[in-house]
């Protein structure tokens, strides 16, 4: 006897990623694998009556299109043979016989019975032909002699009480059925997503699943191929989150932003497309930093380490380039000098070699992008992939960069603490041992601290100042020309009463009996959250009404 597979689908719905994901594209690699003899692939329209029976029209529609989803996703009907279940009739006859050989009893105790009951809400009017669903399923098997039938977890049960019937049967009929074997998935990650509601998978039935032409439309192509592969964690369940998408959308506008505004900077010059021969420290940080991801990257690619890699070129991308680099480098591109024309060098390398590292995960935006901008070859798809190259490695120079970021950083932080306005500007004392590397960051200071001005020296003695220590120096603002004190200590005395009115009003509620005894135990820790939430908010007021005084 031959090798053969059966399997299908309720056209309860159009088929969607988690459904891709689960079963499809195992079906298509079983069936290029040449290893079965004959394919069956059933379209289930009479199972998909027994919680559609009041809406068959929905059944009838929905046949197409997973008909039409088959041949997309690349089943071949020379390889594969497609068919719709109520064309053969015989397949209900041979439920009808096996029904004598399950109790109900067993048909209770089926653990996918149960939990697919329970998702739709079956429990208090439960519909006969659902209830012997796994009858049906056994006969189809069965009746197209399946050696082999390819499921994931949840449906075991199912096949397992196949295998049972067929045991029962040929006892009593002798051995006329093939005893079909189950084959699970390879690994974890070929298995079902779970549903975007929470429940276990994504079904067409519950309408808890994607279509990802509608994500395309709404979000683009990239976006999504982004969120799979953040996501891409090999033995965890992904959960689906159109919030995660649009993020991903927003990380490619971020992209495109930045790409305009290099444009805006190199579509007047004559850019050539490499590093210049003069770079200055903060170019070699940011080259230095792109050879480090480009290493890290291929070393996660040749461990199939899809989603750390991803994380690593968004973190570059967002962080480094877009938020630090191109901020660094205004200064130096508002004139027509030397060192601009390097700066602009240096900005189009950059983004040329982002986009090459990005592009297997977006290709649509990074071709968009690639081309426009000065580059050799025909397309990024066939431009050499980012490597290590030790020439590229500034560690001295990236150290440096990296004092001079967390200071920008760290009196960043304080200000906003502080809610003094990005416009009120502030002379920055810094006492550190690297004096040169704080002298040489004084622009950058300036420009993205607010500073009025920047003082280097070993050691200050300044009263009254607001203290600032990194791992690297020790800064010190004076507070009188950051916030006005009177009306500072005004506003943070008045926040101070507020906040003490709502914790009083959390506290209330939890020293109240009653509403311990009868709320919800989501609602009590909801308000324990609010409590301790409006205890640290509490401790942070006091504490800056105590450094102002």
């Known amino acids: 006897m031959g090798k053969i597979i059966l399997t299908g689908d309720r056209p309860t719905g159009k088929l969607h990623v988690g459904h891709y994901v689960g079963s499809l594209r195992r079906r298509v690699e079983l069936q290029n694998s040449g290893e079965f003899d004959k394919i069956y692939i059933m379209i289930a329209d009479a199972q998909a009556l027994t919680d559609n029976a009041d809406n068959p029209e929905k059944v009838r529609q929905n046949i197409i299109e997973v008909a039409l989803d088959y041949l997309s996703c690349g089943l071949d009907p020379e390889k594969s043979t497609i068919f719709i279940q109520s064309q053969i009739p015989e397949l209900c006859e041979l439920s009808f016989y096996y029904m004598n050989l ?11 019975v149960k939990s697919e009951i329970q998702m739709r809400n079956f429990e208090a009017s439960i519909p006969v032909g659902f209830f012997t ?10 009746a197209f002699k399946a050696t082999t039938v390819p499921v994931g977890e949840d449906q075991m049960p199912m096949i397992e009480q196949t295998q049972e019937i067929v045991h029962k049967f040929n006892t009593v009929y002798g051995e006329a059925l093939v005893q079909p074997k189950i084959m699970l998935p390879e690994n974890d990650s070929c298995r079902r997503l779970p549903g975007i509601d929470g429940k276990a998978k994504m079904s067409k039935s519950l309408g808890n699943g994607i279509d990802p032409l509608e994500v395309i439309d709404k979000y683009g192509a990239d976006a999504l191929r982004f969120f799979l592969a953040t996501g891409n964690t090999p033995g965890n369940d992904m959960r689906y989150s159109d919030k995660r998408v649009e993020a991903c959308a927003n990380f490619a506008n971020k992209l495109w932003n930045a790409s305009r505004y290099v444009h805006m900077n190199i ?6 497309n490499e590093l210049p021969k003069t770079l200055t420290t903060e170019d070699k940080w940011i080259v230095s930093t792109l050879n480090t991801v480009a290493k890290e990257v291929n070393e996660n690619l040749e461990k199939f380490e899809l989603g750390i890699a991803v994380q690593k070129i968004y973190e570059f991308i967002w962080d480094c380039y877009c938020d630090w680099y191109i901020e660094l480098v205004k200064t130096r591109l508002s004139s027509d000098s030397e060192d601009a024309q390097n700066a602009r060098q240096v900005l189009l390398y950059v983004l040329d070699q982002i986009l090459r590292l990005l592009h297997p995960f977006m290709p649509y935006i990074t071709e968009e992008i690639w081309q426009t901008i000065p580059h050799e070859g025909e397309t990024v798809m066939l431009a050499k992939y980012p490597e290590y190259n030790a020439e590229l490695d500034y560690p001295e120079a990236s150290d440096e960069m990296k004092k001079i970021m967390d200071a920008i950083r760290a009196i960043r932080n304080r200000r906003a603490e502080m809610n003094v306005p990005p416009s009120r500007k502030a002379k920055v004392y810094v006492a550190t041992k690297f004096a040169d590397t704080f002298k040489d960051g004084t622009q950058f200071i300036q420009k993205l601290a607010s500073a009025s001005e920047v003082e280097v020296a070993e050691s200050f003695e300044i009263e009254g100042a607001v203290n600032i220590v990194t791992a690297d120096a020790k800064i010190y603002i004076p507070m009188d020309e950051l916030v006005d004190r009177e009306k500072e200590l005004a506003r943070l005395n008045k926040e101070l009463e507020q906040v003490k009115k709502r914790l009083a009003q959390s506290e209330g509620k939890l020293n109240n009996q009653g509403f311990v005894a009868k709320a919800p135990e989501a ?11 409006e205890r640290e908010q509490i401790a942070l007021i006091e504490a800056a009404i105590a450094a102002l005084k």
């Open 267 to 272: 579509d007047d010059h004559d850019v050539k």
């Open 102 to 112: 399950v109790t109900v009893s067993r048909l209770q105790r089926n653990p996918t």
């Open 133 to 142: 669903y796994p009858i049906s399923q056994a006969a189809d098997i069965t």
């Open 523 to 533: 609602v009590i820790e909801k308000v324990k959250g609010q409590a301790a939430k």
